[in-house]
């Protein structure tokens, strides 16, 4: 797995110059805005990639009710209707992460990092010689999420719960 694409002088020959003036622009942590789309830059989730150290990410943050917006409000001024992710933008040099240089492949995470990978990551994207190396840890078991749930009581699209009864099982043969 290559985890600094952006070393490769082909991948640099294909970027724009105006992209090239300022490098610290890839890095700010802002919400892109494309009429009715809003979508967060998380940067500091990919440090590494840039060559920097790579710190455990804080959470992503989640724009559901902006993902619920469409087109379809042709009388929506965009601009005033997302101004305050305008402004996050505007304000974008703000957003910078800290960004440490990698000195040593040692030194690429912070040391909580993997640790932190194994629970909340996703391990198989790893080459299986260093899944091998992985220390395995157990993520807490979730039951089934039901929207429908009100209360801590079952919704209607719940399982039949058990009954605390007997009841009689069929018999499977064995081979």
């Avoid at 917006?69 to 101004?83: A, K, N, Y």
């Avoid at 089934?144 to 018999?171: D, F, I």
Wanted: aromatic share 10%; glycine share 4%; charged share 25%.
């Amino acid at each position: 797995f290559q985890w600094t694409p952006y070393e490769d002088p082909a991948i640099w020959a294909i970027i724009p110059d105006e992209f090239l003036q300022n490098l610290s622009i890839w890095h700010v942590r802002v919400p892109l805005v494309s009429y009715a789309t809003v979508e967060m830059h998380q940067t500091d989730r990919v440090l590494r990639q840039f060559g920097f150290r790579q710190p455990i990410p804080v959470a992503p943050e989640v724009l559901d009710d902006e993902h619920k917006i469409d087109l379809r409000r042709p009388d929506t001024h965009w601009p005033l209707f997302h101004s305050e992710y305008i402004e996050i933008w505007e304000n974008r040099y703000d957003n910078i992460p800290t960004r440490e240089p990698i000195i040593v492949p040692e030194s690429a995470c912070d040391p909580d990092y993997m640790p932190w990978f194994r629970i909340h990551g996703k391990p198989y994207l790893l080459l299986e010689e260093e899944r091998r190396r992985q220390i395995y840890a157990e993520r807490e078991r979730q039951g089934p999420l039901n929207p429908r749930t009100r209360g801590g009581k079952a919704g209607l699209s719940t399982a039949p719960t058990q009954s605390s009864a007997p009841t009689e099982q069929a018999m499977m043969p064995t081979p």
